[in-house]
């Protein structure tokens, strides 16, 4: 009975659950907090930022699939790639209980049969737990609502501004040696598989990334180009990871505060709509 249950509240979530989003959004970004912290959609016109922290892009994609799906409108998918979204540690992103937990809260009800059957084997009792807890966040939001019922409610993610600057002692410089980035193939996989359903949609993509101070190392940039050779070749790739800003333009070492966020997104939109309009020529 309770497993029938279970399954009647995502059946109807999928088809009551709406994702909100204003009539002049043509593109969404996705990526965790390095896009959360540093582009701030209010100087991206036409984009919504759907960054959240500590957030694998295999399940960014799962949600950027449900807004395409939603909005046909959107014909363009920003991903910022940093470096360790293909590291070995997305497998705990992905999987350990805070993660996990979290992605079942938000995303639960988009999950298809086989994925969910292939964490319920490997995770029997984590699985189990994150289960009953998203259901109750379904259907509280389902009984919950009255002619709104969306997913403002489900930790989405989006633009955060952060107003803290970088300490002093932050900006000295860390020497690290370059290491190999060994990808982990799930959340590779994901976002390889992602694009070929854009492609199915008409949906261009877009890879990014995001600015990091001078003194943060590039302990696998030789790897990382390596990977985005192989696997994305031919897809447009801004890099803005060397962008050169001031020291009050950063959180911490890896990401921007709200100064910077103003300043990488303006340049960030110029320089966009620049190669468009070289495109168009």
Known sequence: ?????????VFISKRKISV?????????????????????DAHFPGLKNYGKSGEALYYGCIKA???IESHPQVKTVFIELSANQLDQHMKDWISDSEH?????????????NKVKGDFLFAFPFQY?????????????????SNDKCNTAEMEWGGYLSREKVLSDSLQQQRFTRDQVLIPYQPNLNSIVE?????KTKDVQVVL???????????????????LVQENFDKITFFDYRRMSLPDDC????????AKGAERFTKVFYQDWVSKNAATLR
Request: with cysteine.
């Open 250 to 257: 950063f959180l911490d070492r890896e990401h921007l505060n």
């Open 128 to 144: 189990s737990v994150s289960k009953l807890l998203a259901e109750k966040k379904l259907l509280s939001l389902l009984c919950g």
């Open 100 to 112: 996990f937990e979290r992605a079942m809260k938000s995303y639960f009800f988009l999950l298809d």
């Open 194 to 198: 992602f694009i070929q359903f854009c």
């Open 20 to 40: 909100p989003m204003e009539s002049d959004i043509n593109a969404i970004a996705i990526g965790h907090s390095h896009l959360e912290c540093g582009l701030n």
């Open 65 to 67: 699939r449900k807004i």
């Open 208 to 226: 990014f990334r995001a600015p990091v101070h001078r003194t943060e190392q590039d302990v696998f940039e030789m790897s990382f180009q390596k």
């Open 1 to 9: 009975m309770y497993l029938a249950m279970g399954e009647t509240i």
